[in-house]
């Protein structure tokens, strides 16, 4: 081969590996499409929320009243109503940092990342589930895919967490309609590639100008026999919300 068809081979080569490294990295437009919607599904400016959280176990289980509201993705407060020796209860995150209101002892907690996977409250949702710290669309890597079990009409989208972002899940697989493009579950795999939990996604409502799932229901496959199922009763969408409403001061004293 001469000089000038080996340079000519050569370039031909790095162009190939570029444009494959760029596919690799490059998100899937459809895809994209989908985790983007499923981000902001709940999401907006600001909302309020009004919710039901039923808490299920082999020995017993109770139900919180809630109510929640949200700033962008990057502020939020709940404060549980309901039952009275719970009420007053809350929970604030601003950017990457989350509180907790204790009124027995009207102590204020930080909750260090390390616990944003634990449990809020005893459910089956953690810290970081109820105040949304990460997003797909940010903080995963994601294609669709085609599952052994794959059923006519939905799609499928896997996401695996981005190298250095701290999430405990191996990969989340989402399985959305094509028509309406809503998610009807969610698939949390751990770092053995076992199904950990499963998040369905029914009941359909519109709020506003928004439709969404209402009714979401958590179940451990880990933890034989519980669960727990959020219920949105009421859901408002950019308000004008009170510029001290997300502050530990009102956390401690406020709504």
Known sequence: MTKLGLILL?????????????????????????????????????SFARVEMEIVTP???????????S???????????????EAGVGTL?????MWNYLPKTDKVI???PSMMMSSWMGSDFTNDDLVKEFTFVDDFSFRLITPAQAQKGFLYIECRPKPDVPIIWDRIVIAVE???????????????????RIMN????????RRTIPSVLEMIPQTKLGYKTVLRYLEMQFDLALDGGLFS???LQTGN
């Open 10 to 46: 050569s370039v031909v080569t790095t162009l190939l590996l570029a444009i494959l490294v760029l596919a690799e990295e490059a998100p899937d437009a459809r895809a994209l499409e989908l985790v983007r919607k499923i981000d902001d599904l709940y999401r907006s400016k600001s």
């Open 93 to 97: 995150r601003i950017g990457n940092e």
């Open 178 to 196: 094509e028509a309406g493009t809503l998610p009807v579950w969610q698939k949390f795999y751990d770092e053995k590639g076992r199904v950990a």
């Open 201 to 208: 996604y029914s009941e359909v409502r519109t709020f506003g």
């Open 71 to 85: 700033q962008g993705q990057d502020k939020m407060l709940i404060r549980i109503l309901e039952p009275k020796k």
């Open 110 to 112: 930080k909750i260090p």
């Open 59 to 69: 020995d017993w289980q109770r139900t919180l009243a809630l109510r929640g509201w």
């Open 248 to 250: 530990l001061r009102n």
